[in-house]
Nanobody, 122 residues
Framework: QVQLVESGGGLVQAGDSLRLSCAAS????????MGWFRQAPGKERALVAA????????YYADSVEGRFTMSRDNAKNTVDLQMNSLKPEDTAVYYC???????????????WGQGIQVTVSS
């Protein structure tokens, strides 16, 4: 059972930056990639960014492309999401997830973190 622990959320103003971190208890053959999802009130949970452990391939949703950067530290089993130029519409609960890349894109990762609130005020 892989455990994911997120940190770094909070309340910021529009235009500010915030960095989320996720620590995985282990990596397995079924968790070749990590992703960040977000869910705003009344909306479905959606994949925001993803990265593969081995090659460092990254994916970004159109809504965050150019503003968010996902990185990984293979030695520490951690991934970060650097969020710049934050907008009020980025307000959501952000979830770290682990799985293979296809599962992440399908919204069905093998493991989820508990979620962390990010609030961007205007």
């Amino acid at each position: 059972q892989v455990q994911l622990v997120e940190s770094g959320g909070g309340l910021v103003q529009a235009g500010d930056s915030l960095r989320l971190s996720c620590a995985a208890s282990e990596r397995t053959s079924g968790t070749s990639a990590m992703g960040w999802f977000r869910q705003a009130p009344g909306k479905e949970r959606a994949l925001v960014a993803a990265i593969t452990w081995s090659a460092g391939y990254t994916y970004y949703a159109d809504s965050v492309e150019g503003r968010f950067t996902m990185s990984r530290d293979n030695a520490k089993n951690t991934v970060d999401l650097q969020m710049n130029s934050l907008k009020p519409e980025d307000t959501a609960v952000y979830y770290c997830a682990a799985g293979d890349l296809l599962a992440l894109h399908r919204g069905a990762p093998a493991y989820w973190g508990q979620g962390i609130q990010v609030t961007v005020s205007s």
